[in-house]
Every structure is written in C-alpha cells, then in structure tokens.
C-alpha cells in the first residue's frame, strides 16, 4: 500500500484473524499511514462507523465480519505561512527532508519570531507533500537546533515517519555528533558529563545542571585538537537529551562554548592565553561555537540506514584558523 499521511475514506471488513483487537490499533494496522494516537482522535470525533452505526470506543474490540468505516478530513492548512526561504537540502524524499540548518535561524515560530523560521520555510517548500500531521499540513519536527547552532536536521513530512522517528529519537536509537570549540582545555581530554539539566534558579531563561526537578543527561566529549591553553576543538555525542545540554555541561565543567551568549557571562581567564587577531575573534564571535556535524537512522518507512555529515560553516573554520595560528 502507499504511505499517504491522510486518506479520505477506509473502508474495510474484519476477518477472523483479526477479531478481538483493539479497534484503533486494527485501523492504523489496516490503514499503514495514520498513528494510532490520531486514529483515536478520529475515532472520539465520531468518525467511524460499524456497519453504519457510528462508535467512539477506541478500545472496543473488533468483531469479524463488522465493516469498518473511517472518513478522516483533509488536514487542515497550516497555522504559520509559507515562506520562501532558502536553506541547504542534504536529502528529500516523500516521507522527509534532511537539511544543513544555517546558523541564526530559527527552528519554530514563536512571540519574538512569529515568522521567518525554519518551520515557514519548510512548508513553502514542500507544498503539498506535507500530506498532515496531527490534521494539519505542517513538517514534523523531530528534534531542534538551537537558533545560533547550525547542523544536519531530519524533518518529517508524514504523521507515520513522525511518528517512528519520534520514537527512535526517544529510544536514541539515532547517531548524533557535535563539533564545538570551548574555552580553555578540557582535562581528561575525553570523559564524559553527566548531571539532570533543568531551569537554573538563579536565572530562568537559562539551564543548568541542578540537583532536583532536572531531567537526566549524559554528554560524552573528546579533544580533537588544542589551542594551546586558551581554547580547543571538541566533538561531542549525546547519550540523552537534547543538542541544547552540550551548551550546559560543558559550561558546568568550567569550559564554555565560544560565543555562547547564555552560558558565557564574563570574559574568560583562558583569553589571556591568546594573540591578536585570535583573541578578538574569539571574544566577539556572534553565536555559541557549535554545529551538528552528523547525523544517522534509519528510515522510519523502508528501514534503509541513513547518513548525513556536513562541514561547520565559514564563521567557525575561519576561528578555527586563526586559533590554529596561535598555537
């Protein structure tokens, strides 16, 4: 069967084999598109019938020779617009999109930016392969980049593929490496930080690493190269979390990213280490030194394994370079 995300009507006759199931489960089963959570909803909205009669027991259990009826709406238009802003596409197909997530750019529409975001790119460009997620033609954001960290992103386009990369994600069932540049020099030069993560007390617009009402996380690191004292080249992987709890643990282990303007609060004793023109590149970089360098999974329809791996942008290899020269 194809793999649309919404079909406008499903009308099917249960066997023997499949009597005593759950009702949502046997039509997500039957339809092999549509999450069993959103054929729960359809089903309390009273949208299927047996045998002409309507039921909104997503639980009952399938009777053989009953026909079931589904009639879904057509998903909804999205609530932000489309937009026709470019950002690099690594990989397309009809489930979903893999990009290289330029720096400054926004993942979600929000208060402070209701538009201009990845999310209003995204629906300009996929159009109407965006066949519906939850009843609405929006892409399926599975996990988030930060608005100043760049990197490979997987978007869903199909409430299925959201669905089983969602849950791959929750079972880190996902390949994920960062490139950052710290300051100062981590030591051992590979270790691993664990602590829950949660709102910092002191300042809530931040995280930190806190001792009650945090969410477990564990990020592994490694020196990959060492800028004298003052600074190195790290990459890191994520045992749990998000790509956000790099920015926290590293800051907790007393070596902020460079440029981090939540975590970095005070010019850095390590600075002193550096030569002009490093040192004010260093200082002045715009954005939290960090990019998600790659990514793999497997593809939530045909199970292929995938890759995807991108260089760091300009902005970061030309401080690289130069802190490079100062060694």
């Not at 879904?72 to 489309?82: D, H, L, N, S, V």
């Not at 386009?157 to 996902?174: G, P, V, W």
């Not at 600075?271 to 360098?293: I, N, V």
Request: proline share 8%; charged share 20%; hydrophobic share 40%.
């Amino acid at each position: 069967m194809a793999d649309p995300s919404w079909l406008p009507v499903l009308s099917c006759t249960a066997t023997p084999e499949e009597a005593g199931a759950r009702l949502d489960s046997y039509l997500a089963a039957r339809l092999g598109a549509i999450s069993r959570s959103r054929i729960k909803a359809l089903i309390l909205e009273g949208r299927v019938t047996r045998d002409g009669a309507t039921t909104r027991d997503a639980s009952e259990s399938v009777q053989a020779g009953a026909t079931y009826r589904l009639s879904a709406p057509a998903p909804e238009p999205a609530t932000p617009r489309g937009q026709n802003i470019a950002f690099p596409i690594l990989y397309e197909d009809s489930f979903l999109l893999v990009l290289d997530k330029p720096a400054g750019l926004v993942v979600h529409p929000a208060p402070g930016n209701p538009d201009g975001t990845l999310v209003n790119a995204l629906i300009a460009h996929c159009g109407e392969s965006l066949t519906g997620i939850g009843g609405e033609k929006r892409p399926g954001i599975v996990h988030r980049l930060d608005k100043d960290t760049s990197g490979v992103m997987v978007v869903a386009k199909t409430e299925l593929a959201h669905t089983r990369l969602s849950a791959a994600f929750a079972a880190r069932d996902i390949e994920r490496a960062y490139k950052a540049i710290c300051w100062g020099v981590p030591n051992p030069g590979a270790g691993q930080v664990e602590g829950d993560i949660g709102r910092d007390p002191r300042e809530r617009k931040r995280m930190a690493v806190v001792t009650r009402n945090g969410k477990y996380a564990l990020t592994s690191y490694r020196i990959v190269n060492n800028f004298g004292l003052a600074a190195a080249l790290i990459t890191c992987h994520l045992a749990t979390g998000r790509t956000h709890q790099i920015r926290v643990h590293m800051a907790h282990i007393g070596h902020p990213l460079v440029g981090d303007p939540v975590y970095l609060k005070r010019r850095p004793a390590a600075a002193k280490h550096l030569a002009e023109p490093a040192r004010s590149l260093a200082l002045d970089f715009p954005r939290q030194a960090l990019h998600a360098e790659s990514l793999g999974f497997s593809h939530p329809i045909t199970g292929q394994p995938l890759s995807f791996a991108t260089p760091p942008p300009e902005d970061f290899r030309a401080l690289e370079r130069a802190l490079l020269a100062c060694t």
